[in-house]
């Protein structure tokens, strides 16, 4: 059996010579430094953390940055750690922190403090978006003289959604600038290859064609040429709900897929499908607000007969099988002919 050197005590595993109780006496398990800082973007309110900004919660976050801070004695086992902060004012926290911990088997609990100060900065982002920084340019025109205005709000409707999105994810997408201009729409953008990304998505969902170009606009540090590159995608006439002329037949425009375009004839109401590689062949023989409405009054679905919205006179149309006696459909006219719009 051996002997404390302080106490006296007997103790058959001494620690540095002391039994647990001296050894455990007076001792700082955990320890804080005084002040912590903590920076924070005065724009976007997030917080930089372990290298990078999050958009986290306040006050997790400065109880987590003070918890990142604490010391612990070596021989200590964390069981768990609780934390309150208290706001001294908006930039200036006081966090407590208790710590149970288990020292060579004893279980001890330790009380440490510190206050967090949080320094108002303004994130790379932010100050790009501030500083109107873009790296590409990508316009939106029409085949046309002019783009039509609902198309340009519909682009720009998607694009804020499809970078609002994205931007969650990456800090580094963002629009700087958006500029309707006579004849069409330009968007500023943060990077070369989110630039990319959207000229595709229009010009796919649009059926557009899409043209790059490169400007050196300057040198990196490393010596490696910096590029501007104008994305300028230019909008076909037609649009989904059209009716079109399409090798001399006359067909609904369904749908604009990246790989074509989904036509039903008005012949027979049967789909077609144009590869991409054909779309510039369609025209635009009517718009969806171009069509006329009929009644359907009698028959038997597809032959069935309809008043004229013309003439108000009754008339045979050949119709799809799904259209109920009494209800309105669109029609037009080609040479004179009224015709049922699938
Ligand atoms: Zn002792
Ligand atoms: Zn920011």
Redesign the pocket.
């Known amino acids: 059996m051996r002997f404390c050197v302080r106490c006296g005590a007997d103790v058959e595993n001494p620690i540095d010579g002391l039994c647990i109780e001296c050894y455990l006496d007076g001792r700082e398990f955990t320890s804080l430094p005084e002040y912590i800082d903590l920076e924070a ?1 005065a ?4 917080f930089y953390v372990g290298g990078k ?1 999050v958009p986290d919660e306040k006050r997790r976050t400065i109880e987590d940055s003070a918890v990142d801070n604490m010391y612990i004695l070596e021989d200590c086992r964390v069981l768990s750690i609780a934390t309150r902060s208290k706001m001294q004012d908006p930039k200036t926290y006081k966090v407590n922190i208790t710590t149970d911990l288990s020292v060579r088997g004893t279980p001890v609990t330790s009380e440490s403090e510190t206050v967090v100060r949080i320094k108002n900065t ?2 790379k ?2 100050s790009r978006v501030q500083g109107s920084y873009y790296e590409s340019i990508l316009q939106i025109r029409s085949e046309e003289r002019t783009l039509d205005g609902d198309v340009v709000n519909d682009v720009i409707k998607k694009i804020t959604r499809y970078v609002d999105f994205q931007s969650k994810n990456n800090r580094q997408y963002f629009i700087s600038k958006t500029e309707k201009i006579h004849g069409g729409v330009d968007f500023y953008i943060s990077s070369l290859a989110l630039g990319k990304i959207l000229a595709k998505m229009i010009s796919d969902k649009y059926c557009g064609d899409s043209k790059e170009s490169f400007k050196l606009v300057g040198r990196k540090p490393d010596g490696q040429n910096m590029y501007r590159v104008t994305y300028l995608v230019r909008l076909p006439r037609f649009k989904e709900g059209d009716v079109v002329i399409f090798k001399n037949g006359y067909y609904r425009l369904k749908r604009i897929l990246p790989a074509g375009g989904r036509l039903v004839s008005l012949k027979d109401f049967r789909d077609k499908h144009v590869q991409r590689a054909d779309m510039p062949l369609l025209k635009v023989y009517r718009t969806e607000d171009e069509f006329m409405e009929a009644t359907v009054i009698s028959g038997n679905p597809p032959e069935v007969q309809v008043l004229n919205p013309l003439t108000y006179e009754t008339m045979d149309m050949k119709v799809s099988k799904d259209v109920e006696i009494g209800s309105q459909i669109k029609v037009i006219d080609i040479d004179g002919i009224l015709h049922y719009v699938p």
Request: charged share 30%.
């Open positions: 973007c724009v976007c309110k997030e900004w303004v994130c982002r932010c």
